[in-house]
């Protein structure tokens, strides 16, 4: 018997990553989301999703997998080439690395025997949203805390911190029967955790990993790769590829801190380091800071603190307009309303997302800053984007995009280089990955192995053979006795 990693999905796109990995029996799934492709995305908001018949159209649209043992018989609606969940004979888990949307969106899918892990601050933040009613979650998630071991049947598995901005974000080593594996979730080495992160890698390494699964998201794109990477030092603004370290970023977050006019923050709520760096580097330039009611319940739930809540200009978060855990927020926060900021609008930070845009209007004439550290828009040319910026030019505020620091959230060409370097694995499998060009990467250290969606690789005392291909991709293979 050998231990069979199977990929499903998101190899060659951004996010979708599914991979498998079993022996005997069990097995384990990660992760467990959608591609991040917004043509491939149907129900878009305007087509609407068909109800209780919502998982067999993903299916049916190729959006998700068809993979065995893992949704329910009745969401399934009898859909064809599919087997539904049966615990008993085939215990699966799935394991999340981060709560981003391509990697967590369909755990709300899963059937609800199927155990859910991820990290102990990820599951606060998905119950979070799921309170906020911004996630489907009908079923339990268990949170795990990181650098302690647990097992699954024949497997023993070990959270480590990955430096990656989303809340809680984390990678997998799995030993396994027949060898150790490393799936590295999304992941950095130019974070301010970088020395973490580096102190993980240096525990793994000890282990001794033969597989290690990694995102190339940033391969074959136009980041340079650094022939000799190494990481920049604890409080470098710059790496030695002369790309930007997120200290670097919150220099320019706090340069136009410093600046006279409002400054308004879009962030996307799931993402940890970003809004926990503007929020502090707003109070060290002397500003006032107030969120949206969505985003104080957050951070009050992950760092206890509860932050003042913008109200608009209406009071368009009222108790009475916003479910009852908000309500029950807004009886205990501070709040702050559009007159008050406009006021003294070089003194405030404000945040609130694109749906908000409307907000804007109530600062004409106050000059400043839209910070756009994520969230909608997607980015410039989209429809979103061209509307922000027809009322920013109309109110006078200049926009600025972080996001074109294109490695803010991922690995450069030159630390995934390094990585193996770090790990020294003896084989390597790179997924998440679209560029074309990434093909031509070639790991320093390891051999990179095949990982396609239906490719099965078998780990066999510390090696892969080569590998099978399966004829049906979404199809589970059978199971070695």
């Known amino acids: 018997m050998t231990t069979a990693i199977r990929f499903y999905a998101g190899v060659s796109t951004s996010g979708g990553t599914i991979i498998e990995v079993s022996h005997g029996k069990h097995r384990l799934v990660f992760d467990f989301g959608y591609v991040f492709d917004l043509p491939r995305h149907v129900f878009d908001g305007t087509i609407r999703p068909g109800g209780p018949h919502y998982l067999a159209d993903l299916l049916a649209l190729g959006l998700l997998p068809r993979i065995d043992g893992v949704f329910s018989e009745e969401r399934l609606r009898g859909t064809a080439g599919v087997a539904g969940a049966h615990a008993e004979a085939d215990p ?18 899963i059937d609800p025997q199927v155990p859910v892990v991820m990290s102990e601050d990820a599951a606060t933040l998905i119950r979070t949203l799921h309170d906020l009613g911004e996630f489907d979650l009908p079923r339990n998630v268990t949170g795990v805390a990181l650098g302690e071991a647990f097992t699954f049947g ?23 029967p027949d060898g150790r594996l490393f799936w590295t979730g999304d992941w950095r080495l130019h974070g301010k955790g970088r020395t973490r992160v580096l102190g993980e890698l240096a525990s ?39 790309l930007a370290t997120e200290e670097g970023v919150d220099a320019e977050f706090s340069r136009i801190l410093a600046q006279p006019g409002i400054v308004i923050l879009n962030i996307y709520n799931r993402d940890f380091s970003p809004l926990q760096n503007v929020l502090a580097l707003a109070r060290e330039a002397g500003r006032n800071v107030a969120v949206q009611a969505d985003v104080a319940l957050i951070l009050e739930r992950l760092t206890g603190e509860l932050f003042p809540v913008y109200l608009g200009r209406e009071g368009y978060q009222t108790a009475e307009a916003t479910p009852g855990v908000i309500a029950e927020l807004l009886s205990r926060a501070t709040t702050v309303d559009a007159a008050e900021v406009a006021a003294d609008p070089s003194h405030w930070l404000v945040q609130f997302g694109y749906p908000e845009t ?37 109110v006078g505020i200049s926009y600025t995009q972080s996001t074109r620091h294109v490695h803010f959230a991922h690995a450069t060409p030159g630390h995934i280089a390094l990585m193996t370097e770090l790990l020294d694995p003896r084989q390597v499998a790179i997924v998440h990955a679209p560029y074309p060009g990434m093909t031509a990467f070639e790991p320093p250290v390891g051999r990179r192995v095949p990982a396609e969606a239906g490719i099965v690789l078998h780990l066999d005392h510390g090696h892969i053979s080569e590998p099978a291909a399966a004829s049906d991709p979404g199809t589970r293979p059978p199971q070695r006795a």
Not at 210 to 238: F, N
Request: proline share 11%; net charge negative; no cysteine.
């Open 92 to 109: 699966t888990m799935v394991l999340i690395s981060h709560p981003h949307e391509d990697h967590i969106g369909a755990i709300g899918l």
């Open 154 to 176: 024949p497997f023993e598995i070990t959270a480590r911190y990955s430096d990656h901005p989303a809340w809680g974000s984390v990678g997998y080593e799995i030993a396994s």
């Open 358 to 394: 409307a907000e804007l209007l109530a600062f004409a004439g106050a000059g400043g800053s839209y910070l756009h550290v994520g969230g909608l828009p997607l980015g410039p040319g989209s429809p979103e984007h061209t509307r922000l910026q027809r009322v920013l030019d109309t």
């Open 204 to 242: 793994a390494k000890a282990a001794g990993i033969d597989l290690l699964i990694t995102e190339g998201t940033s391969l074959g794109s136009a980041l340079p790769v650094d022939p000799s990477p190494q990481p920049a030092p604890p409080g470098s603004t710059v790496m030695p590829d002369g």
